[in-house]
């Protein structure tokens, strides 16, 4: 229903108003509902935008710069898929998988990881290139799901 008929239909039952052509009443709500149904439209785009399942636009490009990891060249499935990992709290295991999603979802594709357990030792290689300032950010999330009893080293090619 659009914003003039509901105005109509509230207002018709008091009796105080003359809401056929061509009332002014008449002319000022319709004024009214254009100004409503554009507010409305803009209430609907930003309750879409909120929810990572249904946002396609800005809704995913801030949350994914919050985490700090924008690639708007994925699919809205992968941009997804990404944000609902990253909104999970902790990383509750420390399986292969969990650690192998983990490295995936914050970009990386070419790398291996050794687990020294007697040792209480990860060694990370990434196999790709990054700036100083992409490892750093890469160390610094990855160190933050490790838990603080190991100790981690990170190669990069040369």
């Known amino acids: 229903m659009d914003s003039l ?3 109509k239909q509230k207002l018709l039952p008091l009796g105080l108003y003359r809401l056929d ?10 004024a009214y509902a254009v100004g409503l149904d554009i507010l409305f439209e803009m209430l609907g785009e930003l309750e879409r935008e909120s ?5 396609e636009t800005y809704g995913l ?11 708007p060249e994925q699919t809205l499935s992968e941009r997804r898929k990404t944000l609902t990992y990253f909104e999970k709290t902790v990383m509750t295991t ?3 998988d969990d650690f192998a999603e983990f490295l995936e979802n914050i970009g990386l594709t070419d790398y291996s990881v050794e687990v020294r357990l007697k040792q209480a030792e990860f060694n990370i290689t990434i196999n790709e290139n990054k700036t100083d300032g992409q490892k750093a950010l890469l160390e610094k999330r990855i160190k933050a799901e490790i838990p603080a009893h ?9």
């Open 5 to 7: 008929t509901s105005m």
């Open 51 to 55: 929810r990572i399942a249904t946002a």
């Open 21 to 30: 052509e061509p009332s002014e009443v008449l002319c000022e709500l319709k």
């Open 61 to 71: 490009s801030r949350r994914e710069s919050f985490i700090g990891r924008e690639h």
């Open 150 to 158: 190991m100790t981690y080293r990170f190669h990069y090619p040369e």
């Open 94 to 96: 420390l399986n292969d």
